[in-house]
């Protein structure tokens, strides 16, 4: 599918896709911090980021939600943030180079990112499952009937994924 290309409702123009896959590079909290409050108490290292307020550090960690496109074979994949208790992150990191970590038990949380495409969902509930090491982790939104954890129980149709490529393509415009 991602090879196809469409034509795009937005602008009009060809564009190859749509990509089955998105990626936030950062919690939203680390946006809206500026480059002076990120240095001085902020952390973004890989898929690891702690932001400190008010002296109380918040515990973010990067994992995958997974969206099954219903008429296609390939699932769109999200890569977000979840936001975790201090002492959960500290757990799931000490087994972060274990052989075993995807035998861990599930992790609460809640999302970080609002996700392009789908109306805000910054806090809704999450788990988050380990995965094998060099994998990140999966994302399980819990249940609720926001739009993004109804497309990740029941799965969007390909149209629904050019939508949302023309969104993520054209977020003030579309």
């Not at 937005?10 to 809206?32: I, L």
């Amino acid at each position: 599918m991602s090879g196809e290309g469409f034509t795009c409702s937005v602008c009009g123009s060809q564009h190859a896709g749509p990509p089955t896959a998105y990626e936030s590079t950062a919690p939203q909290a680390w946006f809206a911090l500026s480059e002076k409050e990120r240095a001085e108490r902020a952390r973004l290292d890989g898929d690891i980021a702690v932001i400190t307020e008010a002296g109380v550090p918040r515990a973010f960690l990067r994992g995958t939600i997974e969206i099954p496109v219903v008429d296609t074979p390939d699932p769109l994949l999200v890569t977000v943030w979840i936001e975790l208790g201090v002492t959960d992150l500290r757990d799931v990191l000490a087994s972060w180079n274990d052989t075993d970590r995807a035998d861990l038990p599930p992790v609460l949380g809640v999302l970080a990112n609002d996700v392009l495409g789908f109306p805000p969902s910054v806090g809704l509930g999450a788990v988050l499952h380990a995965q094998a090491v060099g994998t990140r982790p999966k994302i399980e939104l819990t249940p609720d009937q926001h739009p993004l954890v109804v497309a990740q129980r029941d799965g969007i149709s390909s149209d629904r994924l050019r939508e949302i490529a023309e969104q993520v393509a054209h977020p003030a415009r579309a």
